[in-house]
């Protein structure tokens, strides 16, 4: 029987893994790829690519299809598996807090795949302060643990002598995976496949309790047009618990044109998308963070300024 190479990417939140399914979506040569993502929203999918979407399923003109994840990694499999013989490759973008060497086994219960290996990307301006954290600590040293290749990424914000230091510190962390390193996720895609150990057990390995990282979530939602200096305001008062903030927006100074958010850490990043065409014009924010995280009540009051008309 046909067996599918099955792909995990992973890597703590912020650390480049959607830009990296971004490339592979625009490079896939004459591999097609079934993509199973946490958000279509912030895959960055080329509109001249889309050929169908099926509410869950985007086709792509290539002969790639993406395929959300909803509230079951495992149902999004079965969907993608019903499609195998349209398919080369199974590659899934495994959310930050997650142990991508664990959803890796599925395909040592699958008898339709084949595990293909686990890549791993580190932000190099944070990985050590992550993996030092007390609440994701354990979660960061796990990914890279699990990791076939790490993809030291971001090296252009830290200098060279910190680079090189931060690749000896992961090194001494794996168990032997070769360490990449990039900008902006740029890395040849054959470097991410065919990373499975020669031998690889066929079995998956006893089961393990692994506790989840308590990561909290807010989340804003308006169909009112945003104010983009108060949300940037308000973004840049948040506390170091805030992990990650992600976001597509309308602003007010730019109704028509959907406005794309990020923001790992200090840094935040904010670019112009597509318009909004037919979609429902509504704004959505989500923030994740630690448990010292500000409560809802405070973080509604910090953003409230730029949902406020009169500020527009």
């Given at each position: 029987m046909r067996r599918l190479p099955f792909t995990v990417i992973g890597g703590f939140l912020g650390a480049g893994k959607t830009t990296l399914l971004n490339r592979l979506l625009r490079t896939t040569g004459d591999r097609r790829f079934a993509v199973l993502v946490n958000d279509f929203g912030a895959v960055d999918i080329d509109s001249r690519l889309v050929v169908a979407h099926g509410g869950e399923t985007i086709s792509l003109a290539n002969g790639c299809i993406c395929c959300s994840i909803g509230d079951s990694l495992v149902?999004?499999?079965?969907?993608v598996l019903e499609k195998a013989d349209t398919i080369d490759h199974v590659v899934v973008e495994a959310s930050g807090v997650a142990d991508p060497a664990r959803i890796a086994e599925l395909a040592m219960i699958e008898p339709m795949l084949e595990r293909d290996g686990v890549v791993v990307l580190a932000d190099a301006s944070s990985v050590r302060d992550r993996a030092a954290d007390r609440y994701v600590g354990d979660t960061v040293q796990r990914q890279i643990d699990g990791a076939d290749l790490l993809i030291l990424n971001k090296i252009d914000l830290v200098t060279p002598a910190q680079s090189a230091e931060i690749a000896a510190w992961l090194q001494s962390r794996t168990a032997g995976a070769r360490i990449v390193p990039a900008i902006h996720a740029?890395?040849?895609?054959?470097?991410?496949f065919g990373l499975a150990p020669t031998g690889a057990a066929d079995t998956p390995a006893p089961a393990e309790t692994v506790q989840a990282p308590p990561i909290r979530r807010w989340s804003l939602a308006t169909?009112?047009?945003?104010?983009?200096a108060a949300l940037l305001e308000a973004l840049g008062a948040l506390p170091t618990s805030v992990l990650r903030a992600k976001g597509i927006l309308r602003f007010a100074d730019s109704p028509r044109q959907r406005s794309v958010v990020h923001m790992v850490g200090p840094r935040i990043d904010v670019r112009s998308d597509a318009p909004w065409g037919i979609a429902a014009l509504r704004s959505d924010l989500v923030l994740l963070g630690t448990p010292d995280m500000p409560d809802d009540a405070e973080l509604n009051r910090l953003f409230e300024s730029a949902l406020t008309p009169a500020a527009q």
């Open positions: 149902m999004a499999l079965v969907r740029d890395v040849p895609v054959e470097a991410l169909n009112s047009p945003v104010h983009r």
